[in-house]
């Protein structure tokens, strides 16, 4: 984790969630150097291998101040209730680490630290504080403030194990300071009330975890297995929670495992842990570890096969970053749970509890039991692994006879009466998530303001009408960049679009490429990204056709010294086929580490489920890159057809942490159009479409406003100047 992902300050690749819960793993992991009990005795260090604590422990105290500077805490303080809630559990742990460590710790000498990370805790505590709302299904969070209510487990079990992680680890704080960040003002220009100071172990935090678990328990979410399912949305005119999601995911089994474990701390009611001990029971025998044959082991169990424990999602290949870190947080949960009951020394004295020596030899057996099916999950991880030491995602491939690639032989069906929202969040813009169902096309495309549009980008194909460039001069801020599968930019696109050179293809020679970009940026032109090779598995429709190694040969000369200049480098942006997949690999292997692209662009033409799932194998096979969506369409569609898919993969692009760009197909009038005229932006008469408008950010009266600019060119033909023959493209 920190030798490959890390760069120094962050994970770069990781969304905000799951870099929060990075972040906790490497605080938990300096915390495992002492026992479970005694929490602030400073004396249990001398328990340490003396030699290797100091290169150990100081590396993740560094690791860990370096991270809070640089956390996106604007991003994730306004996300989902989840979101907010692995940011508390993450600066507590590093509260508790630095708290126990402070005399060893040369970056705590005035104790700011510990202050800064507990407030940080606070800060993100108070976004769910008070939003146990017993209006609707008689408490619990709801999951997402932006869309329907949605009672989820996770965010019901991070607010248990967050709230009596509050209660045990927060220090204290007297700062009243509410905002994320110093910028948050700023840039939202909302006001937030100021916070009380509290004290440490605020018995509201108790009470709050008590109440949390007691409706979550009584709320009825486990199936017939005993495993527990995703959540529960609320009919119309319904209060109660009526309709379960019967999804189940890997995490969901885990995360309250911690939850319970600090609430026996806190309370010593051994309820909680005979709770836990069957969960975990539970979610072992789901794995097939206690089938009576090997065949019926090899069945899926309802959370893996053969005693391995997999996602849904693991199989395909279509894990979003989301679900590949989900079996990691299963385990991170049952490990604090499984920690020693304490028989001499609280886990902080005179506020917690003992147990008897019965009780803590029941545990600790307990606990054991389950040594051997987490020796037999951890083995399997690491038969996974690449050459770089990497470890796959469907840990249970090599039992399966499969490499990480996709099985979709092997994938299991889904649960009855569930939808996958977190491998499919296009399901989000849809009933029951979204707030309301969007009758009209017009309606969908005034409901597509984006989350994110500075990533949308022009896709640039040059016409015969010139004056249609006009109409993305004034495309009001919403597109920021363009590419035009040249080295040149466009004369008649304004400077305000950054423009992104291409090299769109090579037959071996010296193409100037390198020479042409180090120009315009030793010229002052900002150059900050190139893109590679267009469709180099393809020999029609405009693909570049190159032989992986004249490819990687090319790009060592004319693309990779571009590094050394700053600028960030796009691999080859192959078909949305099989094939596809193919070329691209052998290209890598031939280029013998010596080509270092920075993100990988993506070409797809089909339905949106494809699209959604061909982006999940992309981040699967390189996990550690962005992404950029450099074509895509649905061709020859109807128009609703049309819009409809425009209208989700913007929403999923939009809402995506790891796609930074992306640019439609269909910047040319309609009446040229290769791909239907319903994918076009323009009208034949070079008027921007609905869809035209919507996608550059303007509304009805601005687009005919912008489509004028255009409407006095004279029509020279119905055909369009294809430059160098290669714009063209169905993947």
């Avoid at 391995?308 to 299963?330: L, N």
């Avoid at 491939?397 to 889904?414: E, F």
Wanted: net charge negative; charged share 15%; aromatic share 14%.
């Amino acid at each position: 984790m920190q030798t490959f992902y890390w760069n120094g300050t962050s994970w770069p690749s990781t969304i905000q969630w799951v870099g929060a819960f990075l972040d906790t793993l490497l605080g938990s992991s300096g915390n495992s150097w002492l026992p479970g009990v005694g929490d602030y005795d400073k004396r249990l260090l001398s328990t340490l291998d003396r030699p290797a604590r100091p290169e150990t422990l100081y590396k993740i105290f560094s690791d860990v101040a370096a991270y809070f500077e640089s956390e996106d805490t604007l991003q994730v303080f306004d996300a989902a209730y989840d979101d907010a809630q692995w940011v508390v559990l993450e600066w507590l742990e590093a509260t508790k680490l630095f708290r126990r460590f402070q005399d060893h710790n040369p970056y705590d000498n005035d104790k700011c630290s510990v202050a800064r990370f507990a407030h940080r805790a606070r800060v993100f505590y108070n976004v769910v504080q008070g939003r146990f709302n017993t209006s609707l299904c008689g408490g619990g969070l709801t999951w997402n403030p932006a869309l329907a209510t949605y009672k989820n487990a996770i965010t019901n079990e991070l607010f248990i194990s967050s709230s009596i992680a509050m209660y045990l680890y927060f220090p204290g704080d007297s700062n009243t300071d509410p905002y994320p960040s110093p910028d948050y003002y700023p840039l939202t220009n909302v006001t937030l009330p100021m916070l009380p100071v509290v004290q440490a172990h605020d018995p509201n935090y108790l009470q709050t975890a008590i109440k949390a678990y007691d409706w979550f328990k009584s709320h009825n979410f486990t199936n017939a297995q005993g495993l527990i399912v995703d959540g529960f949305h609320i009919s119309k005119g319904q209060t109660t929670c009526d309709e379960r999601n019967e999804m189940v995911y890997t995490y969901n089994q885990g995360v309250v495992l911690s939850g319970l474990r600090n609430l026996w701390d806190a309370t010593g009611k051994v309820s909680y842990l005979v709770d836990a001990y069957a969960l975990i029971d539970t979610a072992i025998n789901a794995t097939g570890w206690n089938a009576k044959t090997v065949v019926e082991a090899a069945l899926w169990s309802g959370l893996g096969r053969n005693g391995i424990m997999e996602d849904y999602c693991d199989a395909p290949a279509t894990c979003t970053q989301d679900a590949q870190i989900f079996k990691g947080i299963y385990f991170e949960h049952l490990g604090r749970f499984c920690e020693l009951l304490p028989t001499n020394v609280s886990l902080i004295p005179g506020l917690t509890n003992i147990a008897s020596p019965a009780l803590a030899a029941s545990h600790a057996s307990k606990c054991r039991s389950y040594l051997p099916w987490v020796e037999h999950n951890a083995r399997a991880a690491i038969c996974t692994h690449n050459e770089n030491g990497i470890i796959g995602g469907w840990w249970g491939a090599n039992l399966s006879n499969h490499s990480q690639n996709t099985a979709l032989y092997r994938a299991a069906t889904l649960p009855s009466g569930s939808e996958d929202i977190r491998n499919q969040p296009w399901l989000l813009d849809r009933d029951p998530w979204a707030f309301a169902v969007l009758a009209t096309a017009t309606s969908i495309l005034a409901d597509t303001v984006s989350l994110d549009s500075s990533k949308r980008g022009l896709c640039y194909v040059k016409g015969e009408n010139a004056a249609d460039d006009a109409i993305w001069d004034n495309a009001n801020g919403t597109l920021t960049w363009y590419y035009n599968y040249q080295a040149q930019p466009t004369s008649g696109i304004d400077d305000r679009l950054q423009f992104v050179p291409m090299l769109w293809g090579t037959n071996g020679q010296n193409s100037g490429f390198y020479k042409n970009v180090k120009g315009f940026i030793d010229g002052g032109r900002k150059i900050e990204y190139v893109l590679g090779f267009n469709e180099p598995d393809g020999c029609s429709n405009g693909g570049s056709c190159i032989n992986p190694q004249v490819a990687a040969s090319t790009w060592r000369t004319e693309i990779e010294p571009l590094k050394e200049l700053g600028v960030r480098l796009g691999a080859p942006a192959v078909t949305g086929s099989p094939q596809g997949f193919t070329w691209l690999e052998n290209f890598f292997a031939a280029c013998d580490g010596g080509c270092t692209a920075d993100f990988i662009p993506v070409h797809w033409y089909g339905n949106f489920e494809g699209l959604a799932s061909h982006m999940g194998q992309v981040n699967a096979s390189y996990p550690n890159q962005t992404m950029w969506i450099t074509e895509f369409g649905l061709p020859q569609q109807s128009a609703a057809a049309t819009t409809e898919f425009f209208n989700q993969s913007l929403s999923y692009f939009d809402r995506t942490p790891f796609v930074t760009h992306y640019s439609w197909f269909g910047a040319f009038r309609a009446d040229v159009s290769n791909v239907g005229p319903n994918s076009a932006l323009l009208t034949s008469k070079g008027q921007l479409t609905n869809m035209g408008a919507s996608y550059v950010g303007l509304t009805e009266a601005e687009a005919a406003k912008a489509s004028s600019a255009s409407s006095t060119a004279t029509i020279a033909g119905w055909s369009m100047f294809v430059v160098a023959a290669m714009f063209w493209i169905l993947a």
